[in-house]
C-alpha cells in the first residue's frame, strides 16, 4: 500500500493563504488521479480538487478561482495552494491516491481560518 503524507495545514486569518503538500512514497503515475478533499466538524468529507495523470484538473465549485491543484512527478507530489481563505475552509483536508481497485489516503493535516 503506498503511502501519502501531507503537511503545510495550520491556522491563517482570512484572506490569507496555505500550500499543502502531499509526498507519495512512489510514483504518482501509479494513481489514475490524485485529489484533496476536506472534512469539517459534523460534515461529511467532500471533494476539493483533483487531477488525473493526464493533467485533466476537476475543484469543487466552492473553490474555484481559490485553490490550485499542481503535481511534481519528480518529487511524487501533489500541491494545493489555497488563497483567499474564508472560515468556512476549516476542516482536516485529506490527499487522496486513486486507481482501479485501490484507493489511498494520508493521514490529513489541519488548516482552520480565523475571521
Known amino acids: 500500500q503506498v503511502q501519502l503524507v501531507e503537511a503545510g495545514g495550520g491556522l491563517v486569518q482570512a484572506g490569507g493563504s496555505l500550500r499543502l503538500s502531499c509526498v507519495a512514497s512512489r510514483s504518482i503515475f501509479n494513481f489514475d488521479a490524485m485529489g484533496w478533499y476536506r472534512q469539517a466538524p459534523g460534515k461529511q468529507r467532500e471533494l476539493v480538487a483533483t487531477?488525473?495523470?493526464?493533467?485533466?484538473?476537476v475543484y469543487a465549485d466552492s473553490v474555484k478561482g481559490r485553490f490550485t491543484i499542481s503535481r511534481s512527478i519528480a518529487k511524487n507530489t501533489v500541491y494545493l495552494q489555497i488563497d483567499s481563505l474564508k472560515p468556512e475552509d476549516t476542516a482536516v483536508y485529506y490527499c487522496n491516491g486513486e486507481r482501479i481497485g485501490e484507493s489511498s489516503w494520508g493521514q490529513g493535516t489541519q488548516v482552520t481560518v480565523s475571521s
Open positions: 487531477v488525473d495523470n493526464s493533467g485533466n484538473k
